[in-house]
């Protein structure tokens, strides 16, 4: 899992109609020190998240579509946690 | 899921049997803000999508035959919505 | 998926058992323009394609499979089309 | 798979119910030769792993859930091993 | 798939229950021409190949669980041949 904060979201009326419903946002990937690394990319939310929180993202298909709780969804990333700390214990 | 805008079309007259009619669009990947990021990729698409919309793209074996609506057709990349918005929330 | 051109072959008689037969080319991927990028891969071939013709390419396990028509057999690329255009409407 | 070393943990008390419970442990990747390499990533862990331990870590869906043992847990990487050594043969 | 040669072993005793008696091998990626590309991974062997030997690398959970012949087990890469010869024609 990556760990990223919630910076936006997506509007898509036009979509596919298993993921209708689903809430798309869009998630900066961090490192553990919260510096962004890489592009944004959309997640499924499945824990009530929202804009500036910072999140645990599973990026692959089954496990998104798992998190969605729909079987056959065409997704491939979903939020699944909701970060509350991380600990880096330096050697 | 990631953000692109479809660009092209490839034709592939000999192809396998389980993405026969299947439309193949050719997707620039893109940033939040519409810059163009990395190579064009081919998508199938499952909502009429054309080319100059910008879409969600999934891309993932078993997310792309979902929205395909094929059980075990070999494809990779979908587009799964048109997107009307993406809304960045600066910190 | 992606777009490339076969450019060899490789062979290896000592194999999983759920891939013998399967025919292994290697691929150079490439931009929808044709120039080479990345490094070659490895597919199975769906479609009877050979050396010098440009495919589609599926890269993942699932959908490889399924090119190949075989339940759990082992290979993550595929090619499952022999293009005969790319169209690039330029903006 | 790859080769990591447990670097720290993450608390996530609001979860995706599929993965209550799980320990969630954040891995640096490395070089055989134990440098590190990339960004570290989040990991779930099934074979009582802690920090400062050098792992196996396989990253991708299925085979994290199933490292888990859960059936559709929405999880992409797992530790599944704890290294005593690697060996290099030198050519 | 990938191509690769056998570089070293890796033991670890204490594994998860469904990868118990499988060979750990590592494996540098090469180009086709046997130059070496990134970083070594760890396949599980499922032709019987050794150290110093190039092979055929499956980089994917199902595939390479296919490859070992066991139902959800938590592997996301594997040797699923020996390689003989890689043929490139030049164009």
Same mark, same amino acid.
């Given at each position: 899992?990556?760990?990223?904060?919630?910076?936006? %979201?997506?509007? *898509? %009326?036009?979509?596919?109609?298993?993921?209708?419903? /689903?809430?798309?946002?869009?998630?900066?990937? $961090?490192?553990?020190?919260? @510096?962004?690394?890489?592009?944004?990319?959309? /997640?499924? !939310? @499945?824990?009530? #998240?929202?804009?500036? $929180?910072? +999140?645990?993202?599973?990026?692959?298909?089954?496990?998104?579509? !798992?998190?969605?709780?729909?079987?056959?969804?065409?997704? !491939? *990333? /979903?939020?699944?946690?909701?970060?509350? #700390?991380?600990? +880096?214990?330096?050697?």
């Amino acid at each position: 899992m990556q760990i990223g904060t919630v910076v936006g %979201t997506v509007v *898509a %009326t036009q979509k596919h109609d298993k993921i209708n419903g /689903a809430k798309l946002l869009l998630v900066q990937l $961090e490192h553990p020190d919260g @510096s962004a690394r890489g592009v944004p990319l959309l /997640a499924i !939310d @499945s824990v009530g #998240s929202g804009v500036g $929180e910072r +999140v645990l993202v599973v990026i692959e298909g089954r496990a998104a579509g !798992d998190a969605l709780g729909r079987k056959a969804a065409p997704v !491939d *990333a /979903a939020i699944v946690g909701i970060i509350d #700390s991380v600990n +880096v214990h330096e050697p």
